[in-house]
């Protein structure tokens, strides 16, 4: 059934706290009208109430579609989370303060549609591994097929997270307009360190890559071809390292940064040597 036809954005149509051995399985929560009202399912979970999970739910044309927030071993799998996302405090998908191991499993999710401005914020977590789920490890898969790649805002927001791997993604977006960012790098009221991307393939948006804060960060072996700017790199910003990578028809810079970095062994055109491989 559809539900939750009355919500408005503050308003979470499913909303847990504390709940121990729960799950929501198949539930529609797409809302029907030309707004996006509310946010689907909120999650308040603290160390002790474990675990939960939401699989193949619907939930659709919501401010935000579904928000996480504290605890640990969830699964959120095979959800559609279409025409959701209105902006970067209200995204698809709101992870925030988890507490990570081999128990948490994110995949299968599909995302786009209607007003898709952003798409997964993760945020005040540590030891985080993000990526197609090719990667042994993974904590959040999340495929080309997946349609992540959609949001005109940003693909993948992450804020106030240390040791994290974000590896394997592609975050082009998918129409000819240059639009969004495929993935944000920073620091709310936090800490933010050593988020290291690897093999990431993004295309065709106003920055590829986006580090407004933090230490320690990396971007390697990746594909950043084709923006408006390739990364870009706010002054704050300390010991960061970009190598390996192909920097290729940008139309503004490849690397536009105002903070001290080291960049080495990247390409950034001519006759093309693949991706990983030193000029």
Same mark, same amino acid.
């Given at each position: 059934?559809?539900?939750?036809?009355?919500?408005?954005s503050?308003?979470s149509?499913?909303?847990?706290?504390n709940?121990?051995?729960?799950?929501?399985?198949?539930?529609?929560?797409?809302?029907?009208g030309? &707004?996006?009202f509310?946010?689907?399912?909120?999650?308040?979970?603290?160390?002790?109430?474990?675990?939960?999970?939401?699989?193949?739910?619907?939930?659709?044309?919501?401010?935000?579609g579904?928000?996480?927030?504290?605890?640990?071993?969830?699964?959120?799998?095979?959800?559609?989370?279409?025409?959701?996302?209105?902006?970067?405090?209200?995204p698809?998908?709101?992870?925030?303060?988890?507490?990570?191991?081999?128990?948490?499993?994110?995949?299968?999710?599909t995302?786009?549609?209607?007003?898709?401005?952003?798409?997964?914020?993760?945020?005040? &977590?540590?030891?985080?591994?993000?990526?197609?789920?090719t990667?042994?490890?993974?904590?959040?898969?999340?495929?080309?097929?997946?349609?992540?790649?959609?949001?005109?805002?940003?693909?993948?927001?992450?804020?106030?997270?240390?040791?994290?791997?974000?590896?394997?993604?592609?975050l082009?977006?998918?129409?000819?307009?240059?639009?969004?960012?495929?993935?944000?790098?920073?620091?709310?009221?936090?800490?933010?360190?050593?988020?290291?991307?690897?093999?990431?393939?993004v295309?065709?948006?106003?920055?590829?890559?986006?580090?407004?804060?933090?230490?320690?960060?990396?971007?390697?072996?990746?594909?950043?071809?084709?923006?408006?700017?390739?990364?870009?790199?706010?002054?704050?910003?300390?010991?960061?390292?970009?190598?390996?990578n192909?920097?290729?028809?940008?139309?503004?810079y490849a690397?536009?940064?105002?903070?001290?970095?080291?960049?080495?062994?990247?390409?950034?055109?001519?006759?093309?040597?693949p991706?990983?491989?030193?000029?």
């Amino acid at each position: 059934s559809t539900v939750g036809n009355n919500a408005i954005s503050s308003e979470s149509v499913l909303y847990f706290s504390n709940l121990t051995n729960s799950s929501i399985n198949n539930v529609d929560l797409t809302r029907t009208g030309g &707004t996006q009202f509310g946010r689907g399912i909120y999650v308040a979970n603290g160390l002790t109430s474990y675990p939960f999970s939401i699989t193949n739910c619907a939930v659709g044309n919501r401010r935000t579609g579904i928000h996480i927030s504290g605890g640990r071993n969830y699964t959120v799998q095979n959800n559609t989370l279409t025409g959701y996302g209105n902006n970067l405090g209200e995204p698809a998908l709101y992870l925030n303060a988890l507490t990570v191991n081999s128990n948490l499993v994110i995949n299968g999710n599909t995302f786009g549609g209607a007003n898709f401005n952003t798409g997964i914020r993760v945020e005040n &977590t540590s030891d985080l591994l993000i990526s197609d789920g090719t990667v042994s490890g993974t904590h959040i898969g999340v495929t080309t097929a997946n349609g992540l790649g959609n949001a005109t805002g940003y693909a993948l927001y992450l804020a106030n997270l240390t040791r994290t791997k974000v590896q394997n993604m592609d975050l082009s977006f998918t129409t000819t307009t240059k639009t969004g960012v495929g993935i944000q790098i920073t620091t709310n009221f936090g800490t933010t360190a050593q988020v290291e991307m690897k093999s990431l393939i993004v295309k065709n948006r106003v920055d590829g890559i986006n580090i407004a804060s933090g230490a320690n960060h990396s971007v390697k072996c990746s594909d950043l071809s084709d923006n408006s700017d390739g990364l870009e790199i706010a002054s704050s910003v300390t010991s960061f390292v970009c190598e390996q990578n192909s920097f290729v028809g940008n139309t503004n810079y490849a690397i536009n940064s105002t903070a001290s970095i080291t960049a080495e062994n990247n390409y950034f055109g001519g006759g093309a040597p693949p991706i990983g491989t030193p000029n």
